[in-house]
């Protein structure tokens, strides 16, 4: 028997484990440089961490992949820490997969795909969500639209706090992660893409970023409800669904993101790690 629930009525334990559970497969992009202030990082987007059979990538929009570095070191946020975390830009493959001419319409995808050391050392902290596993699934059957409640995950570029730093730290930057939850509006499929739209609500308006940059390559998520055998309500396994890219222009009551859909991230881009991988 369905049950029609408003999104209020979810107890903030169940959301409060949901958003622990996606912040596992979530990473953060970070530009690190030296100034004359000393060391400094930068928010450039964010990703999710996938496996395909033996290939591990970090999945994002296309056009934060052309904005990380090409050489040296990439940052990466995996858990809060005052220790860096950097990985070699040898140790990975940079993937532009597609990206259209007019940003709000896309398709705006890619992926870097990590070398094996790599992958192993960041999954001591992380998890890499299985594509393989749900592919089939959410290409041809997916549930429905209305099940469960959806969020949008990644990092926020206006959240960021730079504070006075101690011991050998002359300053700490602090990067802040951001769940988003609602429903979508119903799938468009344009060619071999499909696209959700993910409004926040005028009630959600007050409490939303002003701008949702840094978001860009976060992921989208269908996550499924069920009632135990004691009637409360429990998350199942969250669905990885999509793929942020654009954000809708912002007005007083009004604003929200644009995402890549299940065939764009089941189809298309799993095809091109997978065409990549060595």
């Known amino acids: 028997m369905e049950e029609f629930l408003p999104i209020t009525s979810i107890p903030d334990s169940q959301f409060e484990?949901?958003?622990?559970e996606l912040a596992t497969f979530s990473v953060g992009f970070l530009r690190v440089e030296d100034t004359p202030q000393g060391q400094d990082a930068s928010l450039l987007g964010s990703g999710t961490l996938v496996a395909i059979g033996n290939t591990r990538a970090i999945l994002t929009a296309h056009h934060v992949v052309r904005v990380l570095p090409r050489s040296g070191?990439?940052?990466l946020i995996l858990s809060p820490t005052l220790q860096q975390h950097?990985?070699?830009t040898q140790g990975v493959t940079f993937l532009e997969i597609e990206r259209g001419v007019e940003d709000s319409a896309g398709p705006d995808i890619g992926a870097v795909l990590l070398s094996p050391s790599i992958a192993t050392a960041?999954?001591?902290k992380k998890t890499f969500y299985n594509l393989d596993l749900r592919r089939d699934t959410l290409l041809h059957w997916p549930p429905d639209r209305r099940d469960g409640v959806w969020f949008v995950h990644g990092f926020i570029d206006e959240n960021t706090?730079?504070?006075p730093g101690t011991a050998q730290y002359s300053r700490v930057k602090r990067f802040y992660s951001l769940s988003g939850a609602g429903g979508p509006d119903e799938a468009v499929q344009v060619g071999k893409h499909d696209y959700f739209a993910f409004p926040v609500s005028y009630g959600g308006r007050s409490v939303a970023p002003t701008s949702f940059g840094g978001i860009s390559g976060g992921g989208l998520w269908q996550v499924p409800l069920v009632r135990d055998?004691?009637?409360d309500l429990r998350h199942k396994t969250?669905?990885?669904s999509g793929i942020v890219f654009f954000q809708v222009p912002t007005t007083p009551t009004q604003c929200g993101v644009k995402c890549h859909g299940r065939s764009s991230v089941y189809g298309v881009?799993?095809?091109a790690i997978k065409g990549a991988a060595p």
């Open 122 to 124: 960041i999954g001591t």
């Open 269 to 271: 881009a799993y095809e």
């Open 238 to 240: 969250p669905l990885l």
């Open 17 to 20: 484990a949901i958003v622990q």
């Open 73 to 75: 070191r990439l940052g």
């Open 86 to 88: 950097t990985i070699d």
């Open 229 to 231: 055998d004691k009637g």
């Open 161 to 163: 706090v730079e504070e």
